[in-house]
């Protein structure tokens, strides 16, 4: 059986893995680049900050001022048309996907119960398992 600090050795390359692909280090490269582009960084923070304000009133439905809406048509159109956070967008899906997979194949291996495989093949009762599946409810 494994101990701990097997498992955490076993983590650490695993990281080490993730930092060399190619997912990692475009996200990398995108986060230098919003870094260093300070209008970048006002429109996301000028975006996330509305949003969030917006999403509060929501919650305590309190109505939305056509101005908000207004504003927030114009930074979502800044956000759009700025190429630093497209690809900044484009990196941090592609790296969340990488990290999905991965999630994915680690807890095929300590999900309860697990009798069959996320690929769709059949289980010990002979029941097909997806992916999205809890191996407990079906």
Same mark, same amino acid.
């Given at each position: 059986?494994?101990?701990?600090?097997?498992?955490?050795?076993?983590?650490?390359?695993?990281?080490?893995?993730?930092?060399?692909?190619?997912?990692? !280090?475009?996200?990398?490269?995108?986060?230098?680049?919003?870094?260093?582009?300070?209008?970048?960084?006002?429109?996301?923070?000028?975006?996330?900050?509305?949003?969030?304000?917006?999403?509060?009133?929501?919650?305590?439905?309190?109505?939305?001022?056509?101005?908000?809406?207004?504003?927030?048509?114009?930074?979502?159109?800044?956000?759009?048309?700025? !190429?630093?956070?497209?690809?900044?967008?484009?990196?941090?899906?592609?790296?969340?996907?990488?990290?999905?997979?991965?999630?994915?194949?680690?807890?095929?291996?300590?999900?309860?119960?697990?009798?069959?495989?996320?690929?769709?093949? !059949?289980?010990?009762?002979?029941?097909?398992?997806?992916?999205?599946?809890?191996?407990?409810?079906?």
């Amino acid at each position: 059986m494994d101990t701990t600090q097997q498992i955490l050795d076993e983590a650490r390359k695993l990281g080490k893995l993730i930092k060399e692909q190619d997912a990692a !280090k475009k996200l990398d490269q995108a986060i230098e680049a919003l870094k260093g582009d300070q209008d970048a960084q006002r429109v996301l923070n000028d975006y996330n900050r509305l949003a969030a304000q917006i999403a509060e009133k929501e919650q305590a439905n309190k109505p939305i001022e056509v101005e908000e809406k207004y504003q927030m048509q114009e930074l979502h159109k800044s956000v759009i048309m700025n !190429k630093v956070l497209q690809d900044f967008q484009v990196a941090q899906m592609d790296y969340a996907d990488l990290m999905r997979k991965v999630d994915e194949a680690m807890s095929g291996g300590i999900a309860p119960g697990a009798g069959g495989s996320a690929d769709g093949k !059949k289980n010990s009762s002979g029941e097909t398992s997806g992916g999205d599946e809890s191996p407990i409810i079906q």
